[in-house]
């Protein structure tokens, strides 16, 4: 699959700048994507994509592909979710609040559970994991291996806006 071609069609239809890079970060090695708004650096984990069927390959290029578009035009998507923006929820209570180029850390109590639901609620991660499966759906049809992507990745459950502006305020207050 031409990574680089389809990133470029999606930068033009969506004006966004996007650099395509298969080095992924320090500490996600075993992710398979990642979008970095400070250098406007799409990562792709090739090694694990290569495994995965040509679905879950586009699944993840559209999904950080969106991030990108989140960043990069805050003003086509919800105020929720471009204040989702600052904050990452990490499965094991650790989280990051971002302070102009900076992310500050911290460490919430709950169990993976909550943390887990929080991650896929995060306004931002929501949108993308919705429009990487509509557009993959849009290209490939509904599959098996498709619709096993969005059980993992598409909520369960719908998350009161409210239990979200919770969790930001207890970031705010651990970071300071």
């Known amino acids: ?26 500490s996600y090695e075993t992710a398979y994507g990642d979008y970095d708004p400070a250098t406007k650096t799409l990562y792709l984990n090739r090694d694990l994509l290569d495994r995965e069927p040509i679905c879950a390959r586009l699944f993840y290029l559209y999904h950080e592909s969106r991030h990108a578009s989140q960043y990069q035009h805050p003003e086509r998507f919800d105020p929720l979710l471009v204040a989702s923006l600052r904050y990452v929820v990490g499965y094991d209570g650790t989280c990051y609040k971002q302070a102009g180029e900076e992310w500050q850390e911290c460490r919430l109590e709950g169990g993976e559970e909550r943390f887990a639901d929080l991650y896929l609620a995060q306004p931002y991660e929501r949108d993308a994991n919705r429009y990487a499966y509509d557009r993959v759906k849009a290209l490939l049809g509904d599959s098996a291996d498709l619709k096993a992507l969005a059980d993992l990745w598409l909520p369960k459950r719908e998350v009161d806006p409210s239990v979200l502006a919770d969790l930001y305020r207890e970031i705010d207050r651990q970071v300071g």
């Not at 004006?15 to 080095?23: G, N, Q, Y």
């Open 1 to 26: 699959m031409d990574y680089q071609e389809r990133l470029e069609a999606y930068c033009r239809e969506e004006d966004v700048e996007v650099r395509l890079s298969f080095d992924m970060p320090e």
